[in-house]
């Protein structure tokens, strides 16, 4: 059975910091790129960021270039989010994508950027 648990997340303050984790099961989690998408209310779900299976290469939407880091962590079977410098466009739910020759996803996790 194939899980991808999502933690994090939660209410920050506008230029806050943030990271979510996706912890996955039940794959052989080092042959998976792995992504961060969101979605924001009456929006379409968008790519945040992606890493490659290795960790070698990584690419960012150009509304997080700068602020947003992707990294994973193979013994961990982990990927991350670190989210610097929120602003409230940032709001949305993150999701965390997993895909090889099948594609999983994370459950889902509310970001809100407010004061």
């Known amino acids: 059975q194939v899980q991808l648990v999502q933690s994090g997340g939660g209410l920050v303050q506008p230029g806050g910091s943030l990271r979510l984790s996706c912890a996955a099961s039940?794959?052989?989690?080092?042959?998976?790129?792995m992504s961060w998408y969101r979605q924001a209310p009456g929006k379409e779900r968008e790519l945040v960021a992606a890493i490659t299976s290795g960790g070698g290469s990584t690419n960012y939407a150009d509304s997080v270039k700068g602020r947003f880091t992707i990294s994973r962590d193979n013994a961990k079977n982990t990927v991350y989010l670190q989210m610097n410098s929120l602003k409230p466009e940032d709001t949305a739910v993150y999701y965390c994508?997993?895909?090889?020759?099948?594609?999983?996803w994370g459950q889902g996790t509310q970001v809100t950027v407010s004061s």
């Open positions: 039940g794959i052989t989690f080092n042959m998976y790129a």
């Open positions: 994508n997993g895909r090889l020759y099948s594609e999983y």
